[in-house]
Nanobody, 127 residues
Framework: QVQLVESGGGLVQPGDSLKLSCAAS????????ITWFRQAPGKEREGVSC????????YYADSVKGRFTISRDNVKNTVYLQMNNLQVDDTAVYYC????????????????????WGQGTQVTVSS
């Protein structure tokens, strides 16, 4: 049974950093793309970053490029999203999603309808 559990959200000030975790079970990371999405109140869901560890491919939305870094720990079967220089506009519920059909090679990896989703973790950036 595929399961994704996010953690690491919280309340921070502009310019601060947070590291989100997506713990995966029921599958191995090498065979799936893991993508972080976010959704702010009143806004559409936005794909943030994609990782396909078996193909060593990553993809980032322009809005986070240079500030966010996606990585993995195969031993822990966990994908991380390191978020630096957080801004108020980064406030959202962050979700991780998994799908075996995605290879993180382009923007479609951030808009695809993924098969498996976590429950989300809230990130609030406020002064």
């Amino acid at each position: 049974q595929v399961q994704l559990v996010e953690s690491g959200g919280g309340l921070v000030q502009p310019g601060d950093s947070l590291k989100l975790s997506c713990a995966a079970s029921g599958f191995t990371l090498d065979n799936y793309a893991i993508t972080w999405f976010r959704q702010a109140p009143g806004k559409e869901r936005e794909g943030v970053s994609c990782l396909r560890s078996g193909h060593r491919s990553t993809y980032y939305a322009d809005s986070v490029k240079g500030r966010f870094t996606i990585s993995r720990d195969n031993v822990k079967n966990t994908v991380y999203l390191q978020m630096n220089n957080l801004q108020v506009d980064d406030t959202a519920v962050y979700y991780c999603a998994a799908d075996s059909a995605i290879y993180c090679s382009g923007p479609n990896s951030l808009t695809y309808e993924y098969d498996y989703w976590g429950q989300g973790t809230q990130v609030t950036v406020s002064s």
